[in-house]
C-alpha cells in the first residue's frame, strides 16, 4: 500500500511560514510524481502543488504561487517538502500530499486531482491571529 505521512503543519499567524514534510513508508518517492492537495470546511478540494522529478516539471495553484515552493529531498530521495511563506488565513485547511503515476502531467492531474493513488491523513493548517 502506498502510505505517505504528512508532518509540519501548525497554527501560524498571517504572514508566518510552515514547512509540511510528506514521508513514504514502505516505498521509494522516486518512483511517483507527489502533489499537495488541501481541503477546507464548506471548499472544494484544490490542487495546492505538484512534483514530477521524471519531467522535471511543477505546478502551483494561482492562490499560492509565488508564496508556496514544492521541493524534494535530494538526499534521501524519500521526502518531499512543501514550504509555505506569507500565509493567509484562506490557506487554513487539512493538506494532504498523494502520490501520482509518473506519466502524468503536473499542470493536468494537479488542477484536477485525477489518478490520485492513495490518501494520507493529512496534516492541519491553520492561519490565525
Known amino acids: 500500500q502506498l502510505q505517505l505521512v504528512e508532518s509540519g503543519g501548525g497554527l501560524v499567524q498571517p504572514g508566518g511560514s510552515l514547512r509540511l514534510s510528506c514521508a513514504a513508508s514502505?516505498?521509494?518517492?522516486?518512483?511517483?510524481?507527489i502533489g499537495w492537495f488541501r481541503q477546507a470546511p464548506g471548499k472544494e478540494r484544490e490542487g495546492v502543488s505538484c512534483?514530477?522529478?521524471?519531467?522535471?516539471?511543477?505546478?502551483y495553484a494561482d492562490s499560492v504561487k509565488g508564496r508556496f515552493t514544492i521541493s524534494r529531498d535530494n538526499a534521501t530521495k524519500n521526502t518531499v517538502y512543501l514550504q509555505m511563506n506569507s500565509l493567509k488565513p484562506e490557506d487554513t485547511a487539512v493538506y494532504y500530499c498523494?502520490?501520482?503515476?509518473?506519466?502524468?502531467?503536473?499542470?493536468?492531474?494537479?488542477?484536477?486531482?485525477?489518478?490520485?493513488?492513495?490518501w494520507g491523513q493529512g496534516t492541519q493548517v491553520t492561519v490565525s491571529s
Open positions: 498523494v502520490p501520482l503515476p509518473l506519466w502524468i502531467n503536473v499542470h493536468n492531474v494537479c488542477p484536477s486531482g485525477n489518478v490520485i493513488l492513495s
Open positions: 514502505g516505498f521509494t518517492l522516486e518512483h511517483y510524481a
Open positions: 512534483i514530477n522529478n521524471s519531467t522535471d516539471s511543477t505546478y
